[in-house]
């Protein structure tokens, strides 16, 4: 559905700013913002402060009522317990936008929560669209809209460029902005939105994605507010749509780490692996460190408009140990590199030294010449056979001169291909260093940075798989569902959790409840199996192992004495548990064991988890993730995402699994929890996946 951003662009392009608690002693935080606003925006600056008839040449005026033009955004810089009132008056203003600086709201505690409250209730009564509170605010290259309180003595600005940032927190959004302008990368716009009691990251993002001059959209967070995960992936895949490129870093990976991020800007840190996982399925780079985050961002800003073919990479070096560093990260970031054709060898192989290797990486050594790299970059840079470039060239041999930066220059813009590269060599590499940047070519001086950043340069272009939507459940499944909820419970029995799956087209093993012993010789008939697993039915037991209420490779003839065998070692062991009768199921053929599941993410909603079955899923911590409910195409991802995949692609000359109709059973179990509120979790494990079918065999579903 579209949504009407013009609410934003009232916090990058108003014509009249008030700063309300403006103050006139130098090097006081709202004098500074004042001097930010004075020296650089194109528009009108008023001051609100009773204390002063004027601040820095702009008139100063003891309410925002008293200002006699009207005012498009206030930035109100008084502290937290004046907020409510300075918000009010801007309302009655017709202020439509209003930034608040100071902090003490929902990130102190209780008092504060009430706080921010009452001002997000002042501002929906008046209209008024809030960033913050515990912010900085705004950063516009094009007008020059700065409300930072920092002086460019202390944090540089960078130069108009093509990123847009969005960051929870203002001192690492002006840490990123320091540090982009040391890389001479430019940016369009940037804000820092705080506690987000208003306007938060989906909004930002899908504002930025209509905006006409932004390539890449840097966004920093340090949680997802409850419900609001749709949003932020819907924005991102928008920003996708029109062409811009997503790299975000989120703080609070860690259980110390979300405490730190909570007591921070009291926001939700929530799992990083479903954090990550959805990003990546939105569109996103998620980048893991500080460094990746403004490498990345580099790249995407200087080439972020070319498109690559595919992932198969041209490398080529003078410095074997960085060829190979650079090998292995691409490598490990899902990257090929083919090797060169033999035609291209045979003729090369012409023209340079023997000690050249000319497979790929091509290494031409520490002898390497200029004019050899252009001679290799001629012959191979262009050929279909490779879809991008990473060009290794440190200038410190003395074979070596700055002219390979306008080789490698004219080379990238003839082919039109993404490229990397990573230089170093004293005062001479940063010539060539700072000579690529400035044409548009992504230096940098470690290999495993370039690499990783071409690996987001065709990342962040890969192609994505459509987001399925809910439909309307079956009818079997729901009245299931509520006969449960109606008795007080908080889960299905285990053959109605088995049911379940089967209203929803999930193949499942064989089974059928006993009540009683002449039940459990009509179930053996019924199933029809050589071998039968009989398990305890009780709502009060959840590990049934444990009470003796599992029996296996039990004989159809001997169902009866199975049934009470079972019964028996139960009410030994758990007295007090109330039975319900047991489930009988034809015993699984073996196959390869994996588990599907289904849950409910307080950011993000209902989601889905694929992984190996067994112990394995949380010893080899090999599982994936992603929106539920979830496409065909997304769950085949799934899929090869884990690296056990190869199990079921025919491991060591065993035979393929079907791994279709597993894609198929994870898309069904996926709608569970995303069409029916009450689930709110579904654990299917193991389904047992065979060269032909699957079958489910247990199931645990925790409704509410």
Not at 40 to 62: D, H, M, Q, T
């Amino acid at each position: 559905m579209a949504h009407d951003y013009s609410s934003i662009n009232v916090f990058f392009y108003p014509e009249t700013v008030a700063l309300i608690g403006a103050s006139g002693k130098p090097g006081a935080f709202s004098h500074e913002m004042l001097r930010n606003l004075v020296t650089r925006f194109k528009g009108k600056v008023y001051a609100v402060n009773p204390k002063y008839k004027e601040i820095l040449g702009v008139p100063s005026y003891p309410s925002i009522l008293d200002i006699p033009d009207p005012v498009d955004l206030a930035v109100i810089a008084v502290r937290a317990q004046r907020v409510p009132q300075a918000l009010e008056e801007a309302g009655k203003k017709g202020v439509r936008g209003a930034i608040i600086v100071a902090g003490g709201f929902a990130e102190a505690g209780e008092e504060g929560e009430r706080l921010q409250e009452a001002v997000v209730s002042i501002a929906k009564r008046y209209g008024v669209r809030i960033v913050g509170p515990n912010c900085i605010g705004v950063y516009n290259a094009v007008n020059g809209l700065d409300t930072f309180f920092l002086p460019p003595e202390k944090m540089r600005r960078p130069p108009k460029g093509y990123i847009a940032v969005v960051s929870q927190s203002g001192a690492y959004l002006t840490t990123m902005m320091d540090w982009l302008s040391s890389e001479g990368v430019g940016i369009v716009k940037a804000i820092n939105i705080g506690n987000k009691a208003d306007v938060d990251e989906a909004e930002i993002i899908g504002y930025y994605a209509s905006q006409e001059f932004v390539r890449a959209i840097m966004v920093y967070m340090e949680g997802v507010s409850p419900g609001r995960g749709r949003a932020l992936v819907e924005a991102v895949r928008r920003a996708r749509d029109n062409g811009k490129k997503v790299v975000v870093l989120k703080g609070g990976k860690t259980s110390y780490g979300a405490r730190a991020a909570k007591s921070h800007t009291a926001a939700l840190a929530g799992d990083y692996a479903v954090f990550s996982s959805i990003l990546r399925e939105a569109g996103a780079v998620v980048a893991e460190t500080p460094t990746e985050f403004v490498d990345i961002a580099k790249a995407l800003s200087f080439m972020g408009h070319l498109e690559p073919r595919g992932r198969r990479v041209l490398v080529v070096t003078n410095a074997g140990g960085p060829g190979v560093l650079a090998t292995d990260e691409l490598s490990r970031r899902g990257l090929v590199l083919p090797q060169t054709p033999q035609d291209a060898v045979e003729e090369l192989s012409k023209l340079l030294p023997p000690i050249v290797a000319l497979g790929n990486p091509v290494d031409l050594t520490g002898q390497a010449s200029d004019e050899d790299y252009q001679l290799v970059l001629e012959k191979l840079a262009g050929r279909s056979e490779f879809d991008s470039l990473l060009v290794i060239a440190p200038v410190q041999p003395a074979t070596m001169t700055i002219r390979v930066a306008d080789i490698i220059a004219d080379t990238v813009w003839r082919v039109k291909k993404p490229a990397t590269v990573m230089t170093i060599g004293a005062d001479y590499g940063e010539l060539v260093k700072e000579y690529l940047d400035s044409r548009g070519i992504p230096a940098y001086p470690l290999p495993d940075r370039a690499a990783y950043s071409l690996w987001a340069l065709i990342e962040a272009s890969k192609p994505l798989c459509s987001i399925a939507r809910p439909g309307n459940p079956p009818s079997g499944a729901v009245d299931l569902v509520e006969k449960a909820l109606k008795e007080g419970r908080n889960k299905l029995l285990e053959h109605e959790a088995l049911e379940l799956l089967e209203h929803y087209g999930v193949p499942v093993a064989p089974y059928c409840l006993a009540r009683t012993p002449a039940e459990a010789f009509a179930c053996a008939e019924k199933i029809a199996s050589n071998k039968l697993v009989a398990k305890i039915v009780s709502p009060d037991i959840i590990h049934k192992s444990d009470v003796g209420g599992v029996l296996l490779g039990v004989d159809p003839a001997k169902a009866r004495e199975a049934y009470d065998t079972v019964i028996r070692r139960v009410r030994t062991q758990a007295p007090d548990a109330r039975i319900v009768g047991v489930l009988f199921q034809a015993e699984a053929p073996k196959g390869v064991e994996v588990i599907v599941g289904s849950k409910r993410d307080e950011g993000f909603g209902p989601i889905v988890v694929y992984g190996m079955g067994g112990i394995l899923v949380e010893l080899l911590r090999d599982f994936s993730i992603g929106l539920a409910p979830t496409s065909r195409c997304r769950a085949l991802e799934m899929i090869k995402e884990t690296k056990s995949s190869r199990l079921l692609e025919g491991y060591r000359g065993s035979e393929r699994k079907d791994i279709e109709s597993l894609a198929e059973a994870i898309t069904r179990i996926s709608r569970i929890a995303a069409e029916i509120d009450s689930v709110r979790e579904v654990d299917v494990n193991p389904i047992m996946v065979y060269e032909k079918g699957v079958l489910a065999v247990d199931a645990r579903v925790i409704i509410a």
